[in-house]
């Protein structure tokens, strides 16, 4: 067998500077006419390992991690030409224990089946990974519309988008709805602070997408197809543009598509302005009318009066890639895993303090725990786990306390926090919840469309409390107020974005008030985040006396001798921090 | 589910919702009030307020009613405490970023709440004794608080804030308007309620005392006041100098009170000589307005000492016996800062005191009489001793004083009141002489009645409060009698005359209730937007915004002429100074303030504009618009005007921009909005809830509470429903009401901007003759006189009679009938039509409604610029594009046209006629026609194939400017559309093109079809009126030919004539350019104004009597013989046709400006003819309803006929349909567009 080379080039690789490593590797294989087929593939989830080069050759698989151009002339030489792996480098293989096989073997790969294991801009290669052959077979055994919702619902697919309503309901709505033209549309808007998985989707599985969407159309009725995407994945783009062209040259897009009577179907893609409000689905149908992306009032839901008033189904990117896995596998495959209510996977973008960020899925019924400390390899620099953000701005902070909280709709939202799309942020001891937040209110206010009265005004006031916190102006009634704001915006607006918003904020007042209080009470601020609350200090012991702190304090705060221990004025210190950030000898003790 | 209506159950009931409806709806048809501010009915939901929200069982978070639509078994709460929690809190935040005043700050300011802002605007416009009932509404006392106020107004005003540093002159403003309403033959006199039957007594004729009686007599109680003195007026005459009040004018306004009924008693002094116990048996309340009448004396050892005084007793004293001091030689102290001092001050200079010292122990700066006074009395000679107190009076032998010790004063540290505390300088003492010490410190209560009182009371007990003064509720001034109230300074402790009337009306709404049996509780305050709850205001606020303008100063007695009691402050001198003085006012208070929706819903929900307050936006107003201003400082982003414009107006010029907290509402694209797709049709003002998009006025709105008179558009066709908002005749806006045609309500750009006309001065009022080359006044009876004598004194046919399109039926009918009836002749027409042909006679029958708009599939429009010249029925044609998605095609011959944006398809030709003409070729040729519909209701089809098969149809598609694929296209669409509807303007399609689209409608069957076949446009509001009133040579009332015998007979039996002229042969134009026509009788009409060509005004000018009647100096006017006045149609009421052939009525609703109407001068000039028995325009109507042909419902529908015409007869002659109301708002709307 010839060996084959393959590097991730997803923009989480390029971004690392995969682009190098591969062109390095194929001059390599040029000059010096070596004996392997060099391809590409794109992100496998190893995101915090790029860039990632795999290896495949007749005694196993092997993926190296951090391979950049100089690496890359290291590992080709050993391995392809000496037959002899980096053992050093060597993040992951079947053959023996390599750093991150936990992090792979604990994963169950429905959604990101394809991801990472072939070439998104070759429809051969999707093809030969049983690519369309879910529509084929629905086509060649005649399955009916009915049967295939049918499917659908006996799998307990909820919608992956953040919703969790059950995708064959939705889809059984949109077909009732009785219309000459229908559409399904692709909500790839993902706009989630933290989230990516729809982008590494799209990245690296458009087909998958794409058939899952036709499966959609065929099921519901539909005579149109968009994929609204935001303008910010260029790379998603290009590759579903690469497979629509395909898609159609193949008569998978078309009329009477392979060879289903009157089953007319096709896809366009409407680029999205990057509004985060656009992902809700009644702004994102405005948006491709060409209208500016504001909610309006369900009902009528769109399965009824969507895009251009026709019936219209819209799932989330993730929601169409486990179609053709569906179809293929059958419903009970796909509901033995997860839980009673949740079945199948989910994948889970993984940021903040967490030493493996990158994409996992998972199956549904495993722990908040499990997900973070098995394949997330626990927190950074071996600090302590303090909460996770699950579901981005319109989710909620999950303490430490509650990680065993199960991956699960119910069992998340029981918490205050949503599943969301998948985004979950780690948060460590040095992390402020209040300033935590401020940091998603902020999103959300800055993304708010200025429609509903309680989002336009109530999201700034909160976040003007929040910032009055922690900027040590905080007042008693400060949390009962955002408790009151947060509350009332929850019930009056219009869209998800509004009814979400303050979410963050409650969760962390919910399991985090004694931060709040501290904030304002005491004037301090725990997680020693937020400068205005901070007492600057100089250890007595440690400081040389370099005057370097007391040259740079622009409020003149800071006194002393040379070579003498100096000290801070607490009467003219404005917290700015300067001191903390010149000093080289961490000297400044924060308190 | 019943298909026919859903159950709901609403508030616990069960109702019946229909399917479809929304929650807000059902609650209106229940009688529910939701509070909305984005919803308008002529729009789609839209739901961004939130404070229509409710609650609906099974449902997350609260509901907007607006857009949640029904479902069966729904249940509704529409209110409750969390309901009423969010609807405050969405206003709150709302408000927390309206950066806008309700009112201005010198309203805010004023304790009695004068609307300055008001009063201000009707002084702008010469209406003097509205601004005073408006005054008086708050304040019964102008011309003397218009003398002596403190004016918290003025110091609060912000044209302080620039340049020029002094405020509106809001005093003397109400003061010019008061003298002016005193001095005026009818000064306003307040209507008065029907007698309620309860007495009151009033204790003390003060200001206080006065203003009780006002307020209270005005609600129809009988008002009685005690006044101990033995004149009215309190301190107003015994405490203020006449040199400042002249008692003349304290008596005219008092008898101005006394003139309404209120009686006063004078010589009784409770406690004294009047016992509470008769008051008690005889009244149903009482209110004591007592004052503070004890003065206090200086306050030092020795005080005691004789020629030491308090000075209120000494002005009272003055007065009270009617002796001017003589203080000759003599030397004054007058000790105080307030305006006491000054007025004792001021009066010794005037009683000749040698010398006159005011003793303050603080600085000028300190001192709480009115700078202008402290200016005056310096100006007369007083001196100051600043920072100086009196220690000790030293008394001569005789006991009186000598001398006073005083001590300088240095200021400390700032005390309760913010002003610096004095504090005496150690060892500083020295003596001054003196002869007299005038103590003007302070007064007290004086209450010894109040023993009188409690022991002839078992209601309960009066009560003095600690600083000595009668204890009242703060807010009711109820006394701890129920029945006795209490007002001004016997309440509060001395104070000003403004606080005293504050007092004194809140005093009465308490005493009402209390006679009313009602609950007393204090007038609710509305809420009101202050700029400064969000920043204090500084001149850079404004500067930029507003120009510098001089104060007009007051004119006074020069300081030398003052040595007496004559009033120093002269008036204004004119009105040109007031209305001068009126545009120093910024108009700071918020034009809308009467109807906007957000203060009412905060009012109404008691929100606070500071219960959220945070960050806010702060824009400049968008003044670009010359009609339309755009302030987003007080936008809500309801988003209805963006959608108003998109949704019916189609024009899509406004937008939102930006995201969040930042959004706000800007024409498209950031250009000005007259460089927009702008319409100027204003519908955007029109559903604004706030006043974010207001009218930009070129004069002062006050606002002021206007009357709402309704009546017809009286520009084009359509016969739109408005309201005209005046007072008293001044039209302050126009606004849409919902009509027989306008359902909606919407108007457009000439009803609403179209008014100024209405206000104009320049009227013409009563019948001139031009003697000598200009025009002289006479009686409406020498001008009939004139006319009858100049019709007798030629042939019949050497008179010609035209009537404008703009003129009611009535007229119209009037006009025809005095020229067949009285002058005998059939030479009548209107300019309006001249010339162009029969055309447009018959474009008329069996036309689709407006109604049918919607329900077409195709919509189009020929030679229409129907945005600009009939907006309303653009509305309904746009509605249908962007709400149900008709296509609508434009067949044009502009290169440019305005409709370019709002149509689907263009076609572009060089003639209207020729394409049309072409069609029908093309459908004959091609054997297209629907043959059925013709054979069954036309005649004259062989004819018309025949004549068209004659014609060259390559040369019609060369007249017509198009390929034959185009005419084929549209040809072939139109034929096979199923609910085609074509619309197209007079104006711009000639009466041949008419003709033309006439024969398409019927080749292709669809005349008279449901919404399919001809929509005409008229021009003008009466156009229609033109023929079926018999304003034509050949036709009669109702259309009816003139050789029909059967109905010459019956105009005969009607008019009680023997011989009626017949049809006239030739056309008036041949006749007027032949010379024929010796008298000339233009009604309603600017043909010379008017005229395209340029040939008319000879043609006129040549003829050798002319009359004209017209509301101004047309040029026809101007180069007539006589003119008579016009009245405007909301002047005489009447009816008009609207291009659908709807008679629309409407009533007389202002009041005629010239000493007869125009229907009234037509009947008295029919009736020097002999033909009499009309008295008035029911009168008109009533014999026009007689002449109009009967209509039978079973006959047989007429036959409708093909005309053939061979060429295009395009002979436009007039611009503005010869209507110089038309043509002035169309003039001064291109030039403010262009500047």
């Known amino acids: ?591 | 589910m019943s298909d026919q209506y859903l159950n709901i159950i609403l508030d616990g009931k069960i109702v019946k919702g229909n399917p479809g409806e929304t929650i807000l709806q059902l609650a209106t048809r229940n009688g529910i009030e939701i509070p909305t501010l984005c919803n308008d009915e002529r729009l789609e939901p839209y739901s961004s307020c939130f404070v229509c929200v409710v609650e609906v069982e099974g449902m997350r978070g609260h509901q907007p009613s607006c857009s949640t639509r029904l479902t069966e078994g729904m249940k509704i709460s529409t209110y409750n405490e969390s309901i009423r929690k969010s609807r405050k809190m969405a206003l709150e935040l709302m408000l927390s970023n309206h950066y806008a005043d309700c009112l201005g700050p010198c309203t805010q300011t004023c304790p009695a709440g004068v609307d300055v802002q008001g009063y201000i605007s009707l002084i702008e416009k010469g209406n003097y004794s509205d601004a005073i009932a408006l005054i008086k509404e708050t304040n019964p006392l102008p011309a003397i608080c218009g003398r002596v106020c403190v004016r918290p107004c003025e110091t609060e005003c912000r044209r302080n804030l620039l340049d020029e540093g002094a405020p509106v002159g809001i005093d003397y403003l109400k003061r010019f308007a008061a003298d002016w309403d005193l001095a005026s033959k009818d000064k306003f006199v307040p209507d008065i309620q029907p007698s309620t039957g309860k007495k009151v007594a009033v204790i003390g004729a003060g200001p206080g005392g006065l203003s009780v009686g006002y307020f209270m007599q005005v609600q129809g109680h009988q008002v009685d006041i005690f006044e101990a003195a033995t004149q009215p007026g309190g301190w107003l005459r015994y405490g203020i100098p006449e040199y400042r009040l002249p008692n003349d004018i304290l008596d005219q306004e008092v008898k101005n009170i006394t003139d309404l009924g209120v009686q006063i008693f004078y010589n009784k002094k409770l406690g004294q000589n009047l016992s509470y116990k008769e008051i008690t048996g005889k009244y149903d309340a009482t209110i004591l307005t007592i004052g503070s009448q004890i003065g206090t004396g200086v306050g030092c050892e020795g005080d005691d000492a004789g020629n030491v005084y308090s000075g209120i007793d000494f002005l009272k004293n003055m007065e009270m016996t009617g002796q001017r001091y003589d203080f000759s030689g003599k030397t004054i102290a007058v000790v105080g800062g307030g305006n006491t001092a000054m007025d004792c001050c001021r009066t010794s200079i005037r009683c000749h005191a040698d010398k006159v010292y005011v003793i303050y122990r603080r600085t000028e700066k300190e001192m709480p009489a009115n700078p202008i006074e402290i200016h005056e009395s310096k100006l007369e000679g007083v001196e100051y001793m600043f920072l100086t107190l009196p220690k000790r009076v030293n008394k001569n032998a005789k006991g009186e004083v000598e001398t006073v010790t005083c001590i300088r004063m240095e200021l400390g540290e700032p005390d309760a009141s913010g002003r610096r505390r004095p504090v005496p300088v150690e060892g500083s003492e020295f003596d001054i002489r003196v002869d007299y010490i005038l103590a003007a410190i302070g007064q007290k209560t004086d209450v010894n009645f109040i023993d009188d009182i409690n022991t002839n009371t078992s209601a309960g007990e009066l009560k003095i409060n600690k600083w000595g003064d009668i204890d009242a509720d703060r807010h009711t001034l109820q006394t701890g009698i129920p029945s006795v109230f209490a007002a001004g300074d016997g309440v509060t402790g001395p104070a000003t005359i403004i606080e005293a009337i504050a007092q004194a009306r809140i005093a009465s709404h308490s005493a009402h209730q209390c006679l009313m049996g009602e609950e007393i509780t204090p007038a609710g305050k509305p809420f009101t937007s202050k700029r400064e709850n969000f920043k204090k205001q500084v001149k850079e606020d404004y500067a930029g915004t507003f120009v510098n303008q001089l104060r007009e100063e007051m004119p006074v007695l020069e300081a030398d002429q003052r040595m007496n009691f004559d009033e120093v402050e002269l008036g204004y001198a004119g009105e040109e100074v007031a209305l001068h003085e009126t545009q120093r006012c910024l108009e700071c208070g918020c034009n809308a303030f009467f109807d906007c929706d957000l203060q009412q819903y905060s009012t109404d929900y008691n929100a606070d504009q500071k219960g959220y307050a945070g960050a806010y936006k702060e824009y400049q107003v968008d003044f670009r618009h010359p009609y339309i201003e755009i302030d987003n400082n007080k936008c809500i982003l309801c988003s209805r005007c963006v959608r108003i414009c998109r949704e019916v107006v189609g024009a899509n010029a406004l937008g939102l921009v930006n995201r969040g907290f930042e959004t706000f509402v800007a024409p498209s694209m950031g250009e000005a909005l007259q460089d927009s797709d702008c319409e100027s049709c204003g519908m955007c003002i029109s559903t604004c809830p706030t006043g974010a998009i207001s009218e930009n006025m070129l004069f002062k709105p006050g606002p002021v509470r206007t009357t709402q008179a309704e009546t017809i558009c009286n520009y084009c066709s359509i016969g739109c429903s408005l309201s005209l908002n005046h007072l008293n005749g001044f039209v302050m806006n126009v606004s849409g009401t919902p009509g027989q045609v306008n359902e909606d309500g919407n108007i457009c750009r000439f009803s609403r901007f179209g008014y100024a006309y209405l206000n104009d001065r320049s009227r013409i009022t009563s019948p001139m003759k031009r003697i000598n080359g200009t025009f002289e006044k006479i009686t409406f009876e020498q001008a009939f006189q004139i006319i009858h004598e100049k019709i007798m004194a030629v042939d019949p046919d050497e008179n010609a009679f035209f009537a404008g399109a703009r003129l009611t039926n009535e007229e119209m009918y009037l006009i025809q009938k005095l020229a067949r009836a009285g002058a005998k002749t059939g030479n009548i027409g209107s300019f309006h039509y001249l010339n162009r042909g029969d055309g447009y006679r018959m474009d008329e029958s069996l036309n689709a409604s407006f109604g049918e708009i919607g329900q077409a599939s195709r919509i189009y429009l020929v030679g229409s610029e129907i945005n600009m010249d009939n907006a309303v029925a653009g509305f309904m044609v746009s509605n249908a594009r962007t709400k149900g998605n008709v296509p609508v095609v434009l067949v044009t011959t502009k290169e440019e046209s305005a409709m370019a944006h709002k149509v689907d398809q263009i076609i572009q030709v060089k003639s209207y006629y020729y394409f049309i003409k072409a069609v029908n070729h093309y459908l004959l040729a091609n054997k297209l026609e629907n043959a059925l519909f013709l054979r069954d209701r036309v005649d004259g089809l062989s004819e018309y194939r025949d004549q068209m098969s004659t014609e060259d149809f390559a040369a019609q598609l060369d007249k017509a400017g198009v390929t034959e694929e185009v005419v084929k296209a549209f040809a072939e669409q139109y034929n096979n559309e199923l609910n085609g509807i074509i619309l197209f303007s007079e104006k711009e399609v000639s009466g041949n093109g008419s003709i033309a689209l006439m024969n398409l409608a019927m080749i292709s069957g669809k005349l008279g079809k449901s919404a399919n076949g001809l929509i005409v446009l008229k021009e003008k509001n009466n156009a229609q009126g033109l023929f079926d009133m018999g304003i034509s040579r050949n036709y009669g009332v109702g259309g009816r030919s003139l050789t029909d015998q059967a109905y010459m007979k019956c105009l005969m039996e009607a008019w009680k004539v023997n011989t009626i002229p017949g049809p006239v042969g030739e056309c008036l134009k041949v006749n007027l350019s032949q010379g024929k026509v010796r008298n000339i009788f233009i009604f309603g009409e600017d043909p010379v104004g008017c005229e395209i060509t340029g040939s008319y005004r000879k043609l006129i000018e040549q003829i050798p009597f002319k009359v004209v009647q017209d509301y101004f100096m047309t040029d026809t006017a101007l180069a007539a013989d006589l003119v008579l006045p016009a009245s405007f149609p909301a002047e005489i009421g009447g009816t008009f046709s609207n291009t659908q052939k709807v008679i629309l009525e409407f009533d007389q609703v202002l009041p005629s400006r010239p000493e007869m109407d125009s229907i009234h001068q037509l009947i008295n000039i029919l009736k020097s003819f002999g033909l009499n028995g009309l008295a008035g325009r029911e009168d008109v109507f009533s014999e026009i309803i007689r002449l109009l042909p009967q209509t039978d419902e079973d006959a047989p529908a007429e036959k409708l006929a093909l005309i053939y015409t061979h060429d295009d007869n395009s002979n436009r002659s007039f611009n503005y349909g010869c209507d110089y109301i038309v043509k002035r708002f169309e003039e001064d709307f291109e030039e403010r567009m262009q500047e």
């Not at chain 1, 951090?66 to 002899?84: G, L, M, P, S, Y």
């Open chain 1, 1 to 591: 067998m010839t060996t084959t080379v393959t590097v991730g080039l997803g923009s989480c690789g390029i971004a690392a500077g995969a682009n190098k490593t591969y062109d390095k590797i194929k001059a390599l294989k040029e000059s010096e006419n070596l004996d392997f087929s060099l391809k590409k593939t794109s992100c496998i989830g190893m995101c915090y390992r790029e860039p990632l080069v795999e290896i495949v050759d007749d005694t196993g698989t092997y993926i190296y991690g951090d391979v950049d151009a100089e690496r890359a002339i290291e590992v080709i030489e050993k391995h392809v030409n000496q037959q002899d792996p980096v053992r050093d480098y060597i993040v992951y293989t079947d053959l023996f224990d390599a750093p991150e096989n936990g992090f792979m073997n604990s994963q169950v790969k429905i959604v990101l089946r394809n991801c990472g294991y072939m070439d998104p801009e070759s429809i051969d290669e999707y093809e030969a990974r049983e690519g369309y052959q879910a529509m084929k077979r629905i086509a060649e055994e005649k399955i009916g519309a009915d049967q295939v919702i049918e499917t659908i619902l006996k799998s307990g697919l909820r919608g992956r988008g953040g919703g969790g309503f059950p995708t064959g309901l939705k889809w059984k709505f949109a077909r009732a709805n009785q219309s000459d033209e229908k559409y399904v549309i692709c909500n790839a808007d993902e706009g989630d602070p933290g989230a990516f998985m729809d982008r590494s989707i799209l990245e690296g599985d458009p087909h998958s997408v794409v058939e899952g969407m036709i499966i959609a159309a065929y099921a519901i009725g539909a005579t149109g197809g968009v994929i609204y995407c935001r303008a910010e994945y260029p790379l998603a783009i290009k590759r579903l543009n690469i497979a629509l062209g395909q898609a159609r040259q193949r008569g998978y897009l078309g009329n009477d598509i392979l060879g289903v009577n009157d089953f007319n179907f096709d896809i366009y893609i409407k680029e999205g302005a990057g509004a985060f409000v656009c992902g809700e689905e009644t702004a994102l149908i405005a948006s491709v009318e060409g209208e500016r992306g504001m909610p309006r009032k369900r009902p009528p839901f769109p399965a009824e009066s969507g895009l251009w008033r026709k019936p219209t189904n819209i799932n989330n990117v993730e929601t169409f890639n486990n179609i053709p896995w569906i179809i293929l596998n059958g419903a009970e495959a796909f509901a033995s895993w997860g839980t009673e209510k949740s079945k199948g996977t989910k994948v889970f973008a993984l940021a903040g303090k967490i030493r493996n960020s990158g994409l996992v899925e998972v199956p549904m019924g495993i722990t908040i725990h499990d997900v973070i400390m098995k394949l997330g390899g626990g927190i950074k620099e071996g600090k302590k786990f303090k909460a996770v953000q699950l579901g981005g701005p319109s989710g909620g902070c999950i303490p430490q306390y509650l990680s065993e909280t199960i991956v699960d709709y119910d069992s998340v939202n029981a918490t205050g926090a949503i599943m969301g799309s998948g985004g979950m942020v780690v948060m460590d001891e040095s992390t402020c919840m209040v300033d935590v937040a401020k940091f998603f209110l902020d999103f959300t206010c800055k993304e708010s469309c200025g429609k509903c009265t309680f989002c336009r005004v109530g999201t700034v006031r909160m976040l003007e409390i929040l910032e009055r916190i922690t900027n040590r102006e905080g007042r008693e009634g400060d949390i009962e107020k955002l408790e009151e704001l947060a509350y009332e915006i929850k019930d009056n607006s219009l869209c998800g974005l509004g009814q979400t918003a303050p979410n963050p904020v409650l969760t962390t007042i919910k399991y985090f008030r004694d931060e709040y209080e501290a904030h304002i009470i005491h004037k301090k601020c725990p997680a020693k985040v937020c400068r205005p609350l901070l007492t600057y200090t100089v250890d007595q012991e440690q400081c040389t006396g370099c005057m370097v702190c007391l040259k740079n304090c622009p409020a003149n705060a800071i006194t002393g001798e040379r070579k003498q221990p100096h000290l801070v004025n607490q009467e003219l210190c404005t917290q700015c921090g300067v001191c903390y950030s010149k000093c080289k000898f961490d000297s400044i003790i924060l308190t």
